[in-house]
């Protein structure tokens, strides 16, 4: 069975530094990958998606992820941070066989200050 | 496009009294899913139905039960509503199956429900 860690349960920056979210997988195989915000009160909202080809994949808001299959991580990653980017962000696992419904992470809470 | 509606959005039980979470979905999603989310626990799957007609348990699901009343609506019932159920409860709906799994999910906007 998959498994996923975020190493980080509150992460602080300040509005217009860089951001990175570390995601790091346990699966015996390329799996699906799955970064999720979530801002207060709200459901999750998908931020972008792997599960082939290209290792840097592009998703909404400005974030982005990299795939590195030797580090068994899929790191979020943001430029320049805005205050509106304060969530909760969930890493998310699926396998490609068996079952696939994905299974998530604890989260990171980010914390932006002005 | 509505995506994926929950009711209520709040809800406030006393011990021993039993509710239905209702949820509908809009896109024609094959898969429906129930998730607790708690603080530090990221989120539960409770249970799931992978297509009409069919349920299965997820990591939690004692003390619930739910019901895929057709391809749209998936409900969740607490018989017996206990302190520990005190939670935010999301639906999420997908494709599903290995070959769209890829697509991810779209969840509702979550339950709160604290049983007192």
């Known amino acids: 069975a998959q498994s996923v860690t975020q190493p980080d349960i509150h992460i602080t920056v300040s509005e217009g530094a860089s951001l990175e979210l570390r995601c790091n997988y346990s699966y015996g195989a390329t799996p699906y990958l799955f970064w999720y915000v979530q801002s207060p009160g709200q459901g999750l909202q998908l931020l972008l998606k792997?599960?082939?080809?290209?290792?840097l994949v592009q998703g909404i808001k400005g974030f982005e992820a990299e795939f590195k299959r030797s580090q068994s991580s899929f790191n979020l990653r943001k430029p320049s941070v805005h205050w509106s980017d304060a969530a909760e962000y969930f890493c998310a696992v699926g396998a490609v066989w068996g079952s696939y419904i994905p299974t998530f992470g604890r989260g990171t809470s980010l914390i932006v200050h002005p | 496009n509505a995506g994926v509606t929950q009711t209520p959005k709040f809800q406030v039980l006393k011990t021993g009294q039993s509710m239905t979470l209702q949820c509908a979905q809009d896109m024609n999603h094959n898969s429906m899913y129930w998730y607790r989310q708690d603080p530090g626990m990221g989120l539960r799957l409770i249970y799931y139905s992978a297509s009409e007609g069919t349920t299965d348990k997820g990591e939690v699901p004692n003390g619930y039960n739910v019901s895929r009343l057709n391809k749209r609506e998936f409900s969740l019932r607490l018989e017996s509503a206990a302190p520990s159920q005190t939670s935010v409860y999301f639906c999420?709906?997908?494709?599903?199956?290995?070959?769209?799994?890829?697509?991810?999910?779209?969840f509702g906007s979550g339950t709160r429900l604290t049983v007192v």
């Open positions: 792997y599960f082939s080809g290209d290792t």
């Open positions: 999420a709906s997908s494709w599903g199956g290995v070959l769209r799994a890829n697509y991810g999910y779209t």
